[in-house]
T-cell receptor
């Protein structure tokens, strides 16, 4: 069974600093890895995805994927109070199956 | 372009009552997902469809939950006899072809007393 584990459960970061979130997954047959952002009372919104080993940058976001260690990380540069939210790691498998981790609650302190 | 629409936004039930949730996906999206998200947890996949066909319902408690998507557009998720453990937000999402971005609705928050 596919499992996705995220760490830490919660994270407090000063405004302007780097936020770093981690995710491990159990099945090497995964397709893409996704990061979603969820604000209270709203549905998750896709931020960034990665398929190949290595890194991918989009604006203030950088994702690193290591398929050998089944590990992916998300880094948010110059963190802003508006980045405060729950971040969900999700792993896609064949036929579009998408499995989520339990989430990391990020709080940015002004 | 309209997003994914879900109704109702909230539902409060006594144990043993039935409830239905309705989802209207983004027009043209062939894949539709239902997730259950308990408080302070990640979304857990219940069932997903491609067009009107069920692709995976292995995590749907089949004795009390059912889901349909008869014309490959709107979908209904039903709980026959709700339990307190069903208290959660029920999220619907849609995508165009597998491996593409999922777009989520705002969810239905269910409380079972």
């Amino acid at each position: 069974q596919e499992k996705v584990q995220q760490s830490p459960e919660s994270l407090i970061v000063p405004e302007g600093a780097m936020s770093s979130l981690n995710c491990t997954f159990s099945n090497s047959a995964s397709q893409s890895i996704w990061w979603y952002q969820q604000h209270p009372g709203k549905g998750p919104e896709a931020l960034i995805s990665i398929f190949s080993n290595g890194n991918k940058k989009e604006g203030r976001l950088t994702v690193y994927l290591n398929r050998a260690s089944l590990h992916v990380s998300l880094h948010i540069r110059d963190s802003q109070p508006s980045d405060s939210a729950v971040y969900l790691c999700a792993v896609s498998y064949n036929q579009g199956k998408l499995i989520f981790g339990q989430g990391t609650k990020l709080s940015i302190k002004p | 372009e309209a997003g994914v629409t879900q109704s109702p936004r909230y539902a409060v039930l006594q144990e043993g009552q039935a409830v239905s949730f309705w989802c209207d996906p983004i027009s043209g999206h062939d894949t539709l997902y239902w997730y259950q998200q308990p408080r302070d947890q990640g979304p857990q996949l219940l069932v997903y469809f491609r067009d009107e066909a069920v692709i995976d319902n292995s995590q749907l408690p089949s004795d009390r939950f059912s889901a349909v998507r008869p014309k490959g557009t709107n979908s209904t998720l039903k709980i026959q006899s709700a339990k307190q453990g069903d208290t959660a937000t029920y999220l619907c999402a849609s995508s165009f072809k597998s491996q593409n971005t999922l777009y989520f609705g705002a969810g239905t928050r269910l409380s079972v007393l």
